[in-house]
Nanobody, 120 residues
């Protein structure tokens, strides 16, 4: 069983940066992803990384602004979010599963989420 805990959310202004972190308890040997759900919208994949780090994926809406990094040794992953926009306001979740499932299906393990609010 894997438990995931996100941190780093908060209230910022447009153009600011935030860094989210996700720590896993229990050994993660698969990929890891960041998802978000804005009010009234479906949850969407923001970024994903394979366990080796050799493969990454970013949603078009965040390319060039968000960077995902991870450390499988410490079981900690980060999402650096720069040049934040009001439309980035959402609850951000980390999840783990195979890279393919992160991209195309529902991951098995989820964190509880951390709120990010970007004011204009």
């Amino acid at each position: 069983q894997v438990q995931l805990t996100e941190s780093g959310g908060g209230l910022v202004q447009a153009g600011d940066s935030l860094s989210l972190s996700c720590v896993a308890s229990g050994r993660v040997t698969t990929g890891m992803g960041w998802f978000r759900q804005a009010p009234g919208k479906e949850r969407e994949l923001v970024a994903a990384m394979s366990w080796s780090g050799s493969s990454t994926h970013y949603a078009d809406s965040v390319k060039g602004r968000f960077t995902m990094s991870g450390d499988s040794a410490s079981q900690t992953w980060h999402l650096q979010m720069d040049n934040l926009k009001p439309e980035d306001t959402a609850i951000y979740y980390c999840a783990v599963d195979t890279f393919g499932i992160l991209l195309h299906a529902q991951p098995r393990f989820w964190g509880r989420g951390t709120h990010v609010t970007v004011s204009s």
